[in-house]
């Protein structure tokens, strides 16, 4: 039973009696039985220090006297909380919320199992962590693949890279193997050929004029024999780079013609600029001073023949050819080291 008064005053304040009334602790039990705190929670009625009720119930709890608790602790200090307390009456985790009564010293504090509580949640984070886990694994593993096929295919394009390099490193060999004398290192006569075609063509179309200078080493069976096939091949070999130094425009082209014969072609080139260059390819060689006892000027030397003219509609690269090669026949027979302009 809990017994309650309560001071009645009369109209003018004065004491005019108590009014008492007891509460039976059966009422508040069934009460309290009402409201679904799991299997874990728990209700007290604290009056002042003492326990007046608790669900659930234990006779000998009941009047007892409130251990020291944090939530005593908490309840002296605060109307209402919340807190998290290990029950000093059977030793389980519980999350408080508790509230003073309104004009009464009596404390009401309904907690839950924190275990019970949590437990649906933790239920729930276990089986997210689990799928998290899970879609890292697959995660990893796609990742794995995929860096795996990454790497994969980033070696497989560098040996395409590789082999597209060695490929077109072989091309370019190939192409300079065609078009290039094996000896002297300028363009052979076989790319010559194609190239007087060309640019005869164009000069005809365009009436412009072309030259070709047909250049012989003089005296050059005598050099071989005096001083070996060998040393003959580097003289040609000095020669052709001599004779490459003395051509300047970019369209202007040496060429070995076959034998110790060189060939210059010179586009838009006249009689009176082919010239020129003839003689500054006449003076690279003899700069050279190459020695050759066997020659007047006691160092090897060239003789040079020029055709240069305007190619008309009818002409063929071959006569400006033979042009040359005829010059290149006086210059000789008038002495060698010199230089003959065809039809002078
Ligand atoms: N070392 C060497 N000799 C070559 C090469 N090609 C041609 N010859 C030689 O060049 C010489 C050319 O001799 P010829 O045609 O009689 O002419 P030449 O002795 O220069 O006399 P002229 O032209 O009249 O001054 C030959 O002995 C060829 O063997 C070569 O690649 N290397």
């Known amino acids: 039973m809990i017994p309650l008064s309560r001071r009645l005053n009369d109209a ?9 009334a007891t509460l039976h602790l059966k009422y508040f039990q069934q009460l309290l039985a009402q409201f679904h705190i799991g299997q874990e929670g728990a209700i007290a009625l604290v009056l002042t220090d003492r326990l007046m009720l608790r669900i659930p119930h ?8 409130m251990p020291a608790s944090p939530l005593m602790e908490q309840a002296a200090r605060q109307a209402s909380g919340s807190l998290e307390q290990l029950s000093p009456f059977d030793q389980t985790v519980r999350m408080i919320n508790f509230d003073h009564a309104r004009n009464y010293p009596v404390l009401v504090a309904v907690a839950t199992g924190k275990d019970e509580a949590l437990g649906e949640w933790r239920r729930g984070a276990l089986i997210l962590t689990a799928v998290m886990l899970s879609l890292c694994a697959v995660i990893a593993v796609a990742g794995h693949f995929l860096i795996r096929s990454m ?3 980033a070696r497989a394009e560098a040996g395409l890279r590789q082999a597209r390099d060695a490929l077109g490193t072989a091309n370019e060999k190939l192409a300079h193997m065609a078009r290039d004398d094996g000896l002297t290192g300028i363009p052979n006569r076989r790319y010559f050929d194609m190239r007087l075609e060309k640019v005869f063509a164009q000069c005809q179309r365009i009436q412009r004029p072309l030259a070709i200078v ?3 080493v003089d005296h050059f069976k005598q050099f071989n024999d005096l001083y070996g096939h060998p040393a003959g091949d580097e003289c040609l070999k000095r020669i052709a780079t001599a004779l490459r130094s003395s051509i300047r425009r970019p369209e202007d082209l040496v060429a070995r013609y076959g034998g110790e014969e060189m060939v210059l072609l010179l586009p838009e080139t006249g009689a009176a600029g082919a010239l020129c260059v003839a003689e500054t390819a006449r003076n690279a060689v003899a700069d050279l001073r190459i020695v050759h006892a066997g020659s007047d000027a006691g160092q090897v030397t060239v003789s040079l023949g020029v055709a240069a003219w305007t190619p008309q509609p009818e002409d063929l690269p071959l006569e400006m050819l033979n042009a040359a090669d005829a010059a290149l026949y006086q210059a000789k027979a008038a002495g060698r080291n010199r230089i ?3 039809g002078s």
Do not use: C, S, W
Not at 12 to 20: D, T, Y
């Open 12 to 20: 003018n304040g004065q004491f005019a009696g108590v009014a008492l």
């Open 58 to 65: 234990v006779q000998a709890d009941i009047g007892r006297q």
């Open 151 to 153: 790497q994969l295919r």
């Open 214 to 216: 047909m250049i012989d």
């Open 340 to 342: 003959q302009l065809h």
